[in-house]
């Protein structure tokens, strides 16, 4: 079911006039094409391009962004990209005292940020950062259909892009210049080699974000993202190895020793 987590806005504030600069060096997005008043999918990897922390990154002024992590603690990855900071002019605030709650719809991309309120539009709902709202989790199922990933804490720094389709959500820049990462990221869009895909399964009971699922017959493994209840069921995002990012039918897995069936719903492109 939902990660506890998932309630909690962890955000980190950069701020300066190199904040632009260093986020363009160290993310997979362009930063610099992100308009204020805007926000895009990105994500920080590490050399072998593995995705360390996935974000929805706000420029809230030309010279102060706002990254709302998918996953993962906000202070651990302020202090894993200080040590890239050197010279550079900017400061950075991690917080994680504001909740998470579904509000009503805003254009996909737009950012209002109002007496410490701010909004994220995510075309037929908003996602609302605020230490006065209501926690909730009606957001999950949504952005469970939409496609959009949350990485349990224990698949930070594991995922390659292609595998939580970030081409699709536009978090990956081919022509913006170098960061960590790169050179990976480039080789498996233009060569492939990809072997996990990113997939909307139904599952016939409650399972915990995060579980791996064993398939019977020694088949490959489902590793669960974010996993909720929705009016069809419990749905999550799945990561799938090729058959099974293709299968028509369902399928049986076993988890703590009870036999759960999954049903491949929906899969999006590397």
């Not at 002024?61 to 894993?80: Q, V």
């Not at 595998?163 to 869009?189: F, T």
Request: aromatic share 6%.
């Amino acid at each position: 079911m939902p990660d506890p987590s998932c309630t909690t806005a962890e955000t980190l504030l950069i701020e300066g006039p190199d904040a632009v600069a260093f986020a363009q060096s160290q993310f997979t997005v362009a930063v610099a094409s992100i308009a204020p008043g805007e926000w895009q999918f990105g994500a920080w990897l590490d050399a072998q391009g593995r995705v360390r922390y996935l974000f929805h990154l706000a420029r809230l002024a030309p010279e102060r962004l706002l990254l709302l992590l998918r996953g993962g603690h906000a202070d651990a990855m302020k202090n894993e990209l200080s040590r890239f900071v050197f010279r550079a002019k900017l400061s950075m605030h991690a917080d994680n005292s504001q909740s998470l709650a579904t509000a009503d719809a805003l254009p996909l991309h737009q950012v209002h940020a109002l007496d410490n309120v701010t909004r994220f539009g995510c075309d037929d709902h908003s996602l609302v950062l605020s230490s006065d709202a209501n926690a909730d989790t009606r957001w999950h199922s949504l952005q469970i259909a939409a496609g959009w990933p949350w990485l349990p804490d224990a698949l930070l720094g594991t995922c390659l892009p292609p595998a939580l389709s970030l081409h699709r959500l536009h978090a990956v820049s081919l022509d913006k210049g170098c960061y960590p990462g790169q050179e990976i990221v480039a080789r498996l869009h233009y060569r492939g080699g990809n072997k996990r895909h990113l997939c909307r399964v139904g599952l016939s009971q409650p399972v915990a974000s995060g579980t791996l699922l064993e398939i019977d017959g020694d088949g490959p493994s489902i590793q669960l993202l974010n996993a909720t209840s929705t009016d069809r069921g419990t749905e999550a995002i799945a990561l799938c190895h090729g058959e099974l990012a293709r299968a028509d039918g369902p399928v049986t897995a076993t988890h703590a020793g009870q036999k759960v069936t999954v049903e491949r719903l929906q899969t999006w492109p590397a």
